[in-house]
């Protein structure tokens, strides 16, 4: 049965999921936005645990346990920096994504929570980044073990309206 797709307008440390994805930077020792708000509630027992894991490249992900999120863990995915579309941060987005759920599917992971991944500070635009995490989503729907819900946290409304706007669609 493939994975029912949701989108929700929430702060993303608060959800009882299985993972939530953290949109982290290669340190994966904490940041700003969602990285930071992450890693606060978390407390410090997360960022001991990141520095065994020796940073992660763009792209990427790895896997901790949640802490003191209400997450039983967080799946560290570090999204590219926009450089105006010709840098291959759209490979680099939907390889963000697809690694967050071969974790989830490794791990049997029931229900993961993606962030709008590299839409803040790391400056890609929201639409076409909603749409790369849309279609990849979509195209590993029927990986084996994939999670039976996955959700689009977004912080902001007009985020959440570019996310319903494309999961109508489908």
Not at 26 to 44: E, K, Q, T, W
Not at 98 to 124: D, E, K, N, V, Y
Request: aromatic share 4%; with cysteine; hydrophobic share 45%.
């Amino acid at each position: 049965m493939p994975a029912r797709i949701d989108a929700c307008h929430a702060d993303i440390t608060t959800l009882a999921v299985d993972a939530i994805v953290n949109a982290a930077n290669s340190s994966l020792l904490g940041g700003g936005g969602v990285d930071g708000a992450i890693h606060r509630i978390a407390g410090p027992a997360l960022v001991a645990e990141c520095r065994l894991l020796g940073g992660c490249e763009t792209g990427d992900a790895k896997i901790t346990g949640g802490h003191r999120l209400p997450a039983r863990h967080v799946i560290h995915a570090v999204g590219p920096v926009w450089r105006g579309g010709g840098h291959d941060e759209a490979a680099l987005l939907a390889s963000c994504y697809r690694r967050s759920l071969q974790l989830a599917c490794t791990h049997r992971l029931r229900s993961i929570a993606f962030p709008c991944i590299s839409t803040g500070i790391f400056g890609f635009p929201a639409e076409p980044a909603a749409r790369i995490a849309v279609d990849t989503v979509l195209g590993e729907q029927e990986r084996d073990g994939m999670p039976d819900l996955v959700l689009f946290c977004c912080f902001s409304a007009g985020d959440l309206a570019i996310y319903q706007r494309m999961l109508g669609s489908r």
